[in-house]
């Protein structure tokens, strides 16, 4: 640990700009997938500008308990199932998983096609349950 604190000290400037570049690739992957929107937001989005919500879990959760209109489409079958979103192409698009920790990777892969209003939102289903938030069972 002393050799570790050693190098730290006499080596600052490289550990500087490793914390820097580490920063800025975190904040451009977080860009390219969408803005984050909490629950609150997103729902005034939908029904402000006629957005939709794209569930991207799979259909037993989904069937669990979903958002009112929600679509449903497995961030597997994302890919493939794209074109089903087509209508909504220049409507926001709400994405929802479980946690918030896949809808990352579906932005950038509808970001990827075209697709301008692409959101996450914060926290996911579960945020939504912790806010008794409604759900269609």
Same mark, same amino acid.
């Given at each position: 640990?002393?050799?570790?604190?050693?190098?730290?000290?006499?080596?600052? /400037?490289?550990? @500087?700009? #490793?914390?820097?570049? +580490?920063?800025? =690739?975190?904040?451009?992957?977080?860009?390219?997938?969408?803005?984050?929107?909490?629950?609150?937001?997103?729902?005034?989005?939908?029904?402000?500008?006629?957005?939709?919500?794209?569930?991207?879990?799979?259909?037993?959760?989904?069937?669990?308990?979903?958002?009112?209109?929600?679509?449903? /489409?497995?961030? @597997?079958? #994302?890919?493939?199932? +794209?074109?089903? =979103?087509?209508?909504?192409?220049?409507?926001?698009?709400?994405?929802?998983?479980?946690?918030?920790?896949?809808?990352?990777?579906?932005?950038?892969?509808?970001?990827?096609?075209?697709?301008?209003?692409?959101?996450?939102?914060?926290?996911?289903?579960?945020?939504?349950?912790?806010?008794?938030?409604?759900?269609?069972?």
């Amino acid at each position: 640990m002393a050799l570790f604190l050693e190098f730290l000290a006499q080596q600052w /400037i490289l550990v @500087a700009a #490793l914390l820097a570049v +580490a920063v800025m =690739l975190v904040l451009h992957e977080t860009r390219k997938s969408g803005p984050s929107l909490s629950p609150q937001q997103a729902i005034n989005l939908v029904n402000g500008e006629q957005g939709v919500f794209l569930d991207l879990r799979d259909s037993a959760d989904y069937k669990q308990g979903h958002i009112v209109d929600a679509v449903n /489409i497995p961030s @597997a079958k #994302l890919a493939e199932r +794209a074109a089903e =979103l087509e209508r909504y192409r220049d409507k926001p698009i709400i994405l929802v998983c479980k946690m918030g920790q896949q809808s990352g990777a579906a932005g950038k892969q509808l970001k990827a096609k075209g697709f301008e209003k692409v959101y996450k939102m914060t926290g996911g289903m579960m945020e939504w349950g912790n806010l008794q938030l409604p759900l269609v069972r």
